[in-house]
C-alpha cells in the first residue's frame, strides 16, 4: 500500500513537473515568435536604400559611394568608386596589392564602430567606360546582421592598408607619349622620310640607297631618289 502511494505521489510531481516545463515552453515559444515578428516589422523600415559618401581624393584618389539596406536579416552594401586610382592602373601593380584592405567602419551617433567591412583590392571589380577604360571600382557583398546594429549606424568611415604609391615608370606612363610621323606617308622628299625614320633610333645606312632602325627601313631608287621601298 506504502508503494502504491509513493508511486502515485511520484506520478503526480512528474506530470506537475512536465506540465511546468511544457507551460514555460511554450510561453518562450510564444515570446520569441512575437520577438521575431516585431523585429522583422521593424526590418522593413531598413529595407529601403541609405546612400553613404565620403571624400578620400587626396589620400585615395577617388571619392566612395556605399549604398546599403536591411533585408531578412542580412546586410547588403554596395561600393562603387569616383575613378581608378593611378596606383592601381597596371594589371602588375593590382595584383602585387591583391590582399591590401579597403576598410568601410560604420560608427555610430557617438563615434564608435558597430560594424566593419573589410574589402581586399582582388575583390573589387572595374568599371569601365565606353572605350573599356577603367573610371571606377566597384564591390557588392552581404553579411548577417541584426536589426539593433542597422539601426545605430550613423556615419561611414574609411580606413585602408593600401599602398598608394606611384612607381616613377607608372607615372611616366601617363604622360602623353610624343606623336611620332609615319615615313611611309605619300609625297615625301627623302630628306624629311630620314627625318621621320630618326624618331625611332639611330639611322644605320645598310646599302646604297636603303636606310634601317630596328625592324623599319627605308630604300630609295639611286638615280632620283624616289622612294622603292617603305617598312
Not at 529601403?48 to 581624393?57: A, L, T
Request: glycine letters at 6%.
Amino acid at each position: 500500500m506504502k508503494i502504491f502511494n509513493y508511486l502515485k505521489s511520484s506520478m503526480r510531481l512528474a506530470t506537475a513537473i512536465f506540465l511546468s516545463v511544457f507551460a514555460l515552453g511554450l510561453v518562450l515559444g510564444i515570446g520569441y515568435t512575437a520577438y521575431v515578428y516585431w523585429e522583422n516589422a521593424q526590418a522593413k523600415v531598413y529595407e529601403s536604400i541609405k546612400v553613404w559618401k565620403v571624400d578620400f581624393q587626396p589620400n585615395l584618389q577617388f571619392s566612395l559611394v556605399a549604398r546599403t539596406k536591411l533585408s531578412e536579416g542580412r546586410f547588403y552594401v554596395k561600393v562603387d568608386t569616383s575613378a581608378y586610382p593611378q596606383y592601381l592602373s597596371p594589371p602588375y601593380l593590382k595584383a602585387q596589392k591583391a590582399e591590401q584592405v579597403l576598410v568601410l567602419d560604420f560608427v555610430d551617433a557617438d563615434g564608435f564602430k558597430v560594424y566593419s567591412k573589410p574589402i581586399e583590392v582582388k575583390d573589387f571589380s572595374t568599371n569601365v567606360d565606353a572605350n573599356g577604360k577603367p573610371k571606377g571600382l566597384n564591390f557588392e557583398g552581404n553579411d548577417i546582421m541584426s536589426v539593433s546594429t542597422y539601426a545605430s549606424i550613423s556615419k561611414l568611415e574609411l580606413r585602408w592598408t593600401i599602398d598608394t604609391t606611384i612607381p616613377p615608370s607608372v607615372a611616366w606612363e601617363d604622360v602623353p607619349s610624343k606623336v611620332l610621323l609615319d615615313h611611309c606617308a605619300p609625297n615625301l622628299t627623302k630628306s624629311e622620310r630620314l627625318k621621320r625614320l630618326a624618331q625611332h633610333g639611330e639611322v644605320r645606312q645598310t646599302s646604297d640607297g636603303s636606310y634601317q632602325v630596328g625592324y623599319r627601313s627605308l630604300t630609295f631608287f639611286s638615280g632620283d631618289n624616289s622612294l622603292l621601298h617603305c617598312r
